[in-house]
C-alpha cells in the first residue's frame, strides 16, 4: 500500500475529476474534496485540511492561480500540483513563483502525478530530518564548548564549530587543514586562512588558561591532555568530530 495523502481535486471537467479520483485512491488516498470553479475550491481549501491540492489553474469563478495567491495569503498549509493544457513558458514561471510543486501538461496520467505528490513529501521529510539532525550537533558542540570553557563572544568560537561540522561530514578534511579547512572557513566568514588559524589556536588556548583540562578529560572519558599538554588545532578539531561521530 502507498503512502495515503489527503487530497483535494479541482477540474472543470467532471471526467478529469473522476480520472484523478480513481488513480489517487487507487494508490491509497483519500479525496477530501472536489471543485468545478475556483470559488468552491477556495472554500473547501479554506474549510478542509488537505495534504496536497491537485488542480487545473483554468478554472470559472476565479482562476487557479488567484486561488493558490490567497491560500498563500492565509497561510493554508497545503501543497499544489498543476495539471493543465497551459503551456506558455510565463503561465509556467507564474505557477512555479507561487512555489507550486509540480507543473504537468495534458494528457494527465494521474498516477504519475500521485508519484510527484509522494516524492515531494519525501523530500521534505527528508529535509526535516536533516534540520533536526543539524540542529542537535549545533546543541552538542555547544553543549561542549561551555564544558571546556571556550567563550561564545570570541572569533575562534565560530571558526572552531565550523571546523568540527566540516570534519564530521569529510573526516578526510581533517588530513588537509591547511589546503582546505582553513581556506574553507576563511571564505565563509570573509577573512584569511591565517586569522582562522590564530583565531581557533586561540580558543583553544582560552581553554587550557582557564585550567578546565579536567572537564575537558571527563568530555572524552579518557585522560587525554594535561595542562601542559596542549593540541595542536588539527588533533582538537579531530578528536571533537571523531567523538561527535561516535555518538551518532
Same mark, same amino acid.
Given at each position: 500500500?502507498?503512502?495515503?495523502?489527503?487530497?483535494?481535486?479541482?477540474?472543470?471537467?467532471?471526467?478529469? &475529476?473522476?480520472?484523478?479520483?480513481?488513480?489517487?485512491?487507487?494508490?491509497?488516498?483519500?479525496?477530501?474534496?472536489?471543485?468545478? #470553479?475556483? &470559488?468552491?475550491?477556495?472554500?473547501?481549501?479554506?474549510?478542509?485540511?488537505?495534504?496536497?491540492?491537485?488542480? #487545473?489553474? %483554468?478554472?470559472? @469563478?476565479? #482562476?487557479?492561480?488567484?486561488?493558490?495567491?490567497?491560500? &498563500?495569503?492565509?497561510?493554508?498549509?497545503?501543497?499544489?500540483?498543476?495539471?493543465?493544457?497551459?503551456?506558455?513558458?510565463?503561465?509556467?514561471?507564474?505557477?512555479?513563483?507561487?512555489?507550486?510543486?509540480?507543473? %504537468?501538461?495534458?494528457?494527465?496520467?494521474?498516477? /504519475?502525478?500521485? #508519484? *510527484?505528490?509522494?516524492?515531494?513529501?519525501?523530500?521534505?521529510?527528508?529535509?526535516?530530518?536533516?534540520?533536526?539532525?543539524? *540542529?542537535?550537533?549545533?546543541?552538542?558542540?555547544?553543549?561542549?564548548?561551555?564544558?571546556?570553557? &571556550?567563550?561564545?563572544?570570541? $572569533? @575562534?568560537?565560530?571558526? !572552531?564549530? +565550523?571546523?568540527? $561540522?566540516?570534519?564530521?561530514?569529510?573526516?578526510?578534511?581533517?588530513?588537509?587543514?591547511?589546503? =582546505? !579547512?582553513?581556506?574553507?572557513?576563511?571564505?565563509?566568514?570573509?577573512?584569511?586562512?591565517?586569522?582562522? =588559524?590564530?583565531? /581557533?589556536?586561540?580558543?583553544? +588556548?582560552?581553554?587550557?588558561?582557564?585550567?578546565? /583540562?579536567?572537564? /575537558?578529560?571527563?568530555?572524552? @572519558?579518557?585522560?587525554?591532555?594535561?595542562?601542559?599538554?596542549?593540541?595542536?588545532? @588539527?588533533?582538537?578539531?579531530?578528536?571533537?568530530?571523531?567523538? %561527535?561521530? !561516535?555518538?551518532?
Amino acid at each position: 500500500m502507498e503512502t495515503s495523502y489527503k487530497i483535494i481535486i479541482a477540474n472543470e471537467d467532471i471526467n478529469e &475529476i473522476q480520472k484523478a479520483k480513481a488513480a489517487f485512491e487507487k494508490k491509497g488516498a483519500t479525496i477530501v474534496g472536489t471543485a468545478q #470553479d475556483g &470559488i468552491s475550491l477556495e472554500s473547501i481549501i479554506n474549510t478542509t485540511a488537505a495534504d496536497a491540492v491537485v488542480l #487545473d489553474v %483554468m478554472l470559472p @469563478g476565479k #482562476d487557479g492561480f488567484c486561488v493558490i495567491e490567497n491560500a &498563500i495569503k492565509n497561510n493554508i498549509q497545503t501543497s499544489f500540483f498543476v495539471t493543465t493544457s497551459l503551456k506558455s513558458t510565463p503561465f509556467i514561471q507564474k505557477a512555479l513563483n507561487l512555489g507550486v510543486k509540480y507543473y %504537468m501538461l495534458t494528457p494527465i496520467d494521474y498516477s /504519475i502525478v500521485y #508519484d *510527484r505528490i509522494t516524492d515531494s513529501f519525501a523530500e521534505i521529510e527528508e529535509s526535516s530530518t536533516f534540520q533536526n539532525k543539524n *540542529r542537535e550537533l549545533e546543541e552538542k558542540i555547544t553543549n561542549l564548548f561551555i564544558t571546556v570553557g &571556550i567563550p561564545a563572544h570570541i $572569533k @575562534g568560537y565560530q571558526f !572552531l564549530r +565550523e571546523a568540527i $561540522k566540516m570534519a564530521i561530514k569529510k573526516p578526510e578534511v581533517i588530513n588537509s587543514i591547511t589546503k =582546505e !579547512l582553513y581556506p574553507s572557513i576563511a571564505s565563509k566568514f570573509e577573512t584569511s586562512s591565517s586569522k582562522v =588559524e590564530r583565531a /581557533i589556536r586561540h580558543a583553544i +588556548e582560552v581553554a587550557w588558561n582557564r585550567g578546565k /583540562i579536567e572537564n /575537558i578529560n571527563n568530555v572524552f @572519558g579518557i585522560h587525554v591532555y594535561s595542562s601542559n599538554d596542549k593540541p595542536t588545532n @588539527g588533533e582538537f578539531i579531530a578528536l571533537v568530530a571523531d567523538k %561527535m561521530l !561516535l555518538e551518532g
